[in-house]
């Protein structure tokens, strides 16, 4: 027990004291969230070990208790005594608050980030921590409740002279956090996403809580270029190679992969120091003006584009394409409301030089590449064009006749948006179900006719002609694209009603994607419902009952008995309900289930992923995600 009490103690005391008080300044939220950061925090040290090329492998443990354990076989964090301070260097790293990673000097610390702040902060928010370090044969160990040190690091045993490491176990303060248990699908996203930012440090993530075993192993050789692959996995791409550019320029580590495929999206992702910066940033725009650039210029030095041909451009060059930026840089500047956008502007010129350098080389030794590339560009060119003529003139038209409503919506009365919803409804006999059964003041009904268009796999020209999204966006009155205004939207609830069959289930899925890709706003705000319909209907003695699943109906029927006057109906579709029962059991406010889509986390490369796997045309990525997801995708019923 350390009894005395320094000036330098006390100081460090009140350090830690201040986490305590305010931990959302320092881990953003006390939610699960943050609660996982602590987490990250940790890794992140033993990530900086592996760039320093000491690691090669960090596991992560939940264990039973809830604690958490993560280990690495780096250096171990030095135990010598910290001239400064007094105190070994690894008391130091868990006790003492520092800006940023900046403590220990040298090379591109990844805890430079959003909330980059370190050990100490994880301590503090600890019920306790207990940090071991395995060097010189020995196993030094020292504990921390709450922040405070429980005693002097002490050698708890010898180790094998040849292991050396760190191990830091923590059990987060359930004070502090609303949530304190780990999920083990979350930290997984994350340390899959660091396995590939990382080349060669493996990972791996075990679940030791009861009931709940399990294990995953993340190791990458290819780094980001298998991470290109990996995010197009459900997609054809266009050519084989996954283009990589790697480089340094002024001190800053410029990493990118990048390959096109079929597809007319765009799915790019930017990290710096290995954390993501969803709004972009100055490392963004220069892999961007490089790429707009070089393509440019092969396509007019090979006669690929006319002199006579405008320029394509960044949107063109980028429909399809599939890449990874990143960059480690020693004092990253963040801007923006969330902090998530890159300021440096040594940034742009650091990827845009070492981008289009190698890239125009790769251009010149793959022209077949480049020819399949710049073809697709061109193509995107002509239809932008095509759909650019397309909108006007339908903007032209809503000039001319004002909002002119889709003759097939049967409108609600009431025209205060917050007291409406839409129904969606597949097919014009469950639409005229759903007409007559309507509460006329506030539900519209719009009835879409088969399979909606699936926006994965058409090109804008062919969205903008398409009949039924026609009057899906002039109904919600937002407008789309760039003119989408979400203070136009005429309902509060957007409903897509579906059959509760696979083929329900499919173009519920192809309406999701068709908001997502194009509103995505309405999903981000809560807007858009999936209505739920029952499977069953189960008449006993002039009584009825409505079974929204299997297990339900197997409910009811233990509760009322099993025997010959039982009467069930499987709805195959929402045509076979009368009004009556659709609403009943689908539309009426008091009764129904409505299910609300959200948009989870912050995660976009992996949403972009399950719409792409869902409505891409590869069946295996398919089958593997519908397995692995099985739980979720029946409560979705997609
Ligand atoms: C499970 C968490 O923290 N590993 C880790 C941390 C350090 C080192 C090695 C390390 C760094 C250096 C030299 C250096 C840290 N050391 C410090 C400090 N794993 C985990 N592994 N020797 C060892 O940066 O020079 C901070 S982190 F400051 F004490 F050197």
């Not at 009368?578 to 009426?588: C, I, R």
């Amino acid at each position: 027990m350390s009894t005395e009490y320094g000036a330098d103690q006390i100081q460090i005391l009140e350090g830690l004291e201040a986490v305590r008080k305010r931990p959302g300044m320092y881990i953003g939220s006390t939610s699960s969230r943050g609660l996982h950061h602590l987490v990250y925090e940790i890794v992140d040290n033993a990530i900086d070990e592996a760039m320093a090329g000491y690691c090669s492998e960090i596991k992560v443990t939940l264990n039973p208790d809830n604690s958490v354990s993560v280990t690495d076989n780096g250096r171990g964090i030095p135990v010598g005594i910290n001239a400064k301070a007094g105190i070994p260097a690894v008391e130091v790293v868990f006790t003492i608050l520092h800006a940023g990673g900046k403590f220990g000097g040298g090379g591109y610390k990844v805890s430079g980030g959003l909330h980059g702040v370190g050990a100490s902060v994880v301590n503090a928010l600890s019920d306790w921590l207990e940090v071991e370090v395995f060097k010189q044969g020995k196993i030094y160990k020292q504990r921390y409740e709450r922040g405070k040190v429980m005693y002097k690091l002490e050698i708890a045993g010898p180790c094998d002279p040849s292991l050396t490491g760190t191990r830091v176990t923590f059990m987060p303060d359930a004070s502090i956090f609303e949530e304190t248990v780990f999920d083990f699908d979350v930290l997984k996203q994350r340390l899959r996403e660091m396995a590939f930012l990382t080349r060669n440090v493996k990972i791996e993530l075990t679940d030791e809580r009861e009931g709940m075993e399990k294990s995953r192993t993340f190791h990458y050789e290819g780094g980001i270029k298998e991470f290109v692959t990996f995010l197009n996995r459900g997609k054809t791409p266009l050519y084989e190679e996954v283009i990589y550019c790697e480089g340094e320029r002024d001190g800053i580590l410029v990493e990118v992969a990048m390959q096109h495929n079929d597809s007319y999206n765009e799915g790019t992702y930017s990290f710096v120091n290995n954390i993501t910066t969803p709004e972009g940033g100055t490392h963004l725009t220069g892999f961007r003006n490089a790429i707009t650039k070089t393509f440019n210029d092969y396509a007019r030095a090979n006669k690929l584009l006319k002199d006579s041909d405008a320029n394509l451009t960044g949107d063109d060059i980028r429909e399809g394409l599939t890449a990874i930026v990143s960059i480690k840089i020693e004092e990253p500047q963040f801007e923006g409301q969330t902090k998530q956008k890159l300021g440096n502007s040594e940034a742009r010129g650091a990827v845009e030089s070492v981008v289009t350098e190698q890239l125009e080389v790769f251009l010149e030794q793959h022209p077949q590449v480049a020819k399949k590339i710049v073809d697709k560009s061109v193509l995107a060119q002509r239809a932008r064009e095509a759909a650019r003529k397309a909108r006007e003139i339908t903007r032209r038209k809503s000039a001319l006749e004002g909002l002119a409503l889709p003759g097939k919506l049967a409108d609600c009365t009431d025209k205060d948006p917050s007291h409406c919803e839409i129904y969606i409804v597949e097919g014009d006999s469950a639409g005229g179900s759903a007409k007559e059964a309507r509460s006329r003041a506030t539900q519209a009904i719009l009835p879409l006719r088969g399979k909606i268009l699936n926006v994965e796999k058409a090109r804008l020209d062919r969205i903008y002609g398409n009949a039924e999204i026609k009057a899906m966006i002039t109904a919600f009155g937002t407008g789309i694209h760039e003119d989408f205004d979400i203070s136009k939207l005429r309902y509060e609830k957007i409903i897509i009603m579906t059959d509760a069959d696979v083929d329900g289930a499919h173009i519920a899925t192809l309406l999701l994607t068709f908001l997502y890709r194009f509103m995505p706003e309405l999903i981000r705000q809560g807007h858009v419902y999936l209505a739920t319909p029952p499977l069953y209907k189960l008449e006993k003695n002039k009584k009825v009952w409505y079974a929204y699943s299997d297990e339900q109906l197997a409910d009811i029927l233990t509760e009322v008995g099993r025997d010959q006057n039982n009467k069930i109906q499987r709805y195959k579709g929402l045509g076979e309900m009368d009004a009556e029962q659709l609403w009943e059991t689908t539309m009426d406010p008091k009764r129904r289930i409505l299910k609300r889509v959200n948009m989870s986390g912050d995660d976009a490369a992996s949403l972009d992923l399950t719409f792409t796997t869902l409505m891409g045309d590869q069946v295996e990525p398919r089958r593997e995600f519908i397995e692995e997801n099985a739980q979720r995708v029946r409560n979705l019923d997609i």
